[in-house]
């Protein structure tokens, strides 16, 4: 992973969905560094697909932005659904 790197961001966002999509991003490099909680990722994960509603865009925003950070979206994602039927409140990614 890179210390500096940029997040991949659409200029016809608004503010507002620029906003949406960083606190997404951060949740995810919050998940690799330290932890989140489940639900919190949920929500903000939530709030990315309504600024990216189809798959497609979500897709290629996570293949950026893991490509930039080494950090993936989607394994967070994955971790959080795996985590659902259990007691565990909080997801710490660990990198491959």
Do not use: H
């Not at 930039?68 to 409140?89: L, M, R």
């Amino acid at each position: 992973m890179q210390d500096n790197y940029s997040y991949p961001l659409d200029e016809t966002w608004s503010q507002e969905d620029i906003v949406t999509v960083i606190d997404l991003y951060n949740a995810v490099e919050k998940a690799y560094e330290s932890g989140v909680k489940r639900d919190e990722f949920l929500q903000k994960y939530r709030s990315f697909q309504q600024v990216v509603p189809m798959k497609m865009e979500q897709k290629r925003l996570d293949k950026e932005f893991e490509s930039e950070s080494g950090y993936s979206i989607y394994q967070v994602f994955k971790q959080c659904q795996k985590a659902k039927n259990s007691e565990k409140v909080r997801i710490r990614n660990e990198r491959r």
